[in-house]
């Protein structure tokens, strides 16, 4: 069978070519051709009628594919966001809910939009991100009728076991690393003897974990600023782990950004801290807003200097943008609570100016540059 080829004009000509049994080898648009270089398939435990995962030379990129604040949260807008993302270059799917939110009460379980992201995962051959918060940024988020056992008590213990254990099946395969926690250094800097706790915990869980996630990596995840502690403070839990996983988002004390130029360099130091263990930049992000010493132009310096970072070092398995669009008031209100910062008026203007589309539905130049930069690294 020949090569398939796509062609769609709209006032600038872009074609697809698709190789068979290899999926898109080559995009192009308005004189810019950007071409395959190298992948190559492996097993999975799928089944044949799903798209296998693909193991890459160059980092993952993944693009949080959120729906735009002026269109309507539905199944068919956020799919158009994910084809969106595909065809701007992202890779991969990123699925992180808090633990009392799959588990609301004992014994019961809800998961969410996992149904939707393991199908898309599916039909662009995707792998998955997963990390099930256990502790999320500065607070525990088990469910509300465990909250007075110990992260080490035995019966916390078999809980989360449990519940990895009911959740995995349902990602039928897909998963390929695993978190058991998100910024989980803000809340153990806060309480230092849940360090020892966590790390018993993870002692018992990541065994369960590896053997319901079948060739996933486990991990956990930790800000930027805590580089320079994983391997002391945290050093009981950071033994324990397959891969280093970090939120990139550089903040000052102030919730104000550090120089967009830093990136490059800072990823850098993340992977000099890691060693020889491989690098996952779980969440990363700059905002727009002037109101916390950045623009829009900063922003798209920064994502070009993320990719310089990427490029520059081999060792980081993946880079996930948030998000692809500024969220609506309403989502906003919804991420924000029950954070400690949430009456700070800078963290607001944070969370409201991450998007790379605002919510008009304009793009900004961190867009532009983010396509740019994604479609050619693929």
């Known amino acids: 069978m020949n090569e398939i080829e796509i062609r769609e004009s709209n006032g600038t000509l872009t074609v697809w070519q698709f190789a068979p049994g290899v999926?898109?080898?080559?995009?192009?648009?308005?004189?810019?051709?950007?071409k395959l270089q190298r992948i190559?398939?492996?097993?999975?435990?799928?089944?044949?009628?799903?798209?296998?995962?693909?193991?890459?030379?160059?980092?993952?990129?993944?693009?949080?594919?959120?729906?735009?604040?002026?269109?309507?949260?539905?199944?068919?807008?956020?799919?158009?966001?994910?084809?969106?993302?595909?065809?701007?270059?992202a890779n991969i799917l990123y699925y992180a809910p808090r633990w009392h939110e799959i588990e609301p009460a004992d014994g019961v379980f809800y998961f969410g939009d996992l149904e939707e992201k393991v199908v898309a995962s599916e039909k662009y051959g995707w792998p998955l991100s997963v990390n099930i918060r256990i502790i999320d940024t500065d607070k525990k988020t088990v469910p509300n009728v465990y909250a007075g056992w110990a992260l080490n008590d035995p019966r916390m213990i078999d809980r989360y076991k449990r519940m990895l254990t009911i959740l995995a099946p349902r990602t039928r395969g897909r998963v390929r690393w695993i978190s058991l926690g998100n910024e989980v250094n803000?809340?153990?800097?806060?309480?230092?003897?849940?360090?020892?706790?966590?790390?018993?915990?993870?002692?018992?869980?990541?065994?369960?974990?590896?053997?319901?996630?079948?060739?996933?990596?486990?991990?956990?995840?930790?800000?930027?600023?805590?580089?320079?502690?994983?391997?002391?403070?945290?050093?009981?839990?950071?033994?324990?782990?397959?891969?280093?996983?970090?939120?990139?988002?550089p903040l000052n004390a102030d919730i104000t950004f550090r120089p967009a130029a830093n990136a490059a360099r800072d990823i850098g130091d993340l992977v000099r801290v890691a060693g020889n263990r491989r690098v996952f930049l779980q969440e990363v992000g700059y905002s727009s807003s002037p109101n916390v010493g950045s623009s829009e132009a900063a922003q798209a310096e920064f994502v070009r200097s993320v990719f310089q970072g990427l490029r520059q070092n081999p060792s980081i398995i993946a880079a996930n943008f948030v998000w692809m669009c500024d969220l609506s008031q309403d989502i906003l209100n919804l991420v924000a609570t029950g954070y400690s910062a949430v009456g700070s008026a800078n963290f607001w203007h944070f969370l409201a100016t991450l998007g790379y589309i605002d919510r008009t539905g304009r793009a900004k130049p961190g867009w532009h540059a983010l396509v740019q930069e994604a479609t050619a690294l693929r």
């Open 23 to 34: 999926g898109p080898v080559q995009w192009s648009q308005g004189g810019r051709t950007f």
């Open 186 to 249: 803000d809340y153990l800097a806060g309480n230092r003897a849940e360090i020892a706790r966590y790390a018993q915990l993870l002692s018992a869980v990541i065994p369960v974990a590896k053997q319901a996630f079948p060739g996933a990596q486990v991990s956990v995840n930790y800000t930027w600023h805590a580089a320079s502690k994983i391997n002391t403070d945290f050093g009981a839990i950071t033994s324990q782990l397959d891969f280093l996983s970090f939120t990139y988002y």
């Open 40 to 89: 190559r398939a492996v097993s999975s435990p799928i089944g044949p009628s799903s798209t296998p995962l693909l193991t890459r030379t160059v980092p993952y990129i993944g693009i949080d594919a959120n729906p735009a604040a002026h269109e309507e949260n539905t199944p068919a807008t956020r799919d158009a966001r994910k084809r969106l993302a595909r065809e701007s270059g």
